[in-house]
């Protein structure tokens, strides 16, 4: 969940822009993050030690959306003392 939260934050900081809608951003990381997370997992059942599982992609899916919630917090606070 930590790295997914982190990769989040760097999406949020990636994407915004200063006349785009916090919440257009967010859903970008949101997306863009969980979708990798299925990627990853797909990936993981090619590999011979490794399962891919469906609850990991929830889990990584919830660490994306605690990142981007901490970035869009942290992101509004820059915003407002802009």
Not at 6 to 26: D, G, H, N, S
């Amino acid at each position: 969940m930590t790295e997914y939260a982190i990769l989040a934050i760097l999406l949020v900081r990636a994407l915004e822009r200063p006349r785009r809608a916090v919440w257009t951003t967010a859903t970008a990381a949101l997306v863009i993050g969980a979708g990798y997370a299925v990627v990853d997992e797909l990936h993981q059942t090619w590999v011979p030690s490794r399962v891919g599982s469906p609850i990991d992609v929830a889990l990584d899916a919830c660490g994306t959306l605690l990142g981007v919630a901490l970035a869009t917090v942290l992101s509004a606070g820059r915003r407002s003392r802009a």
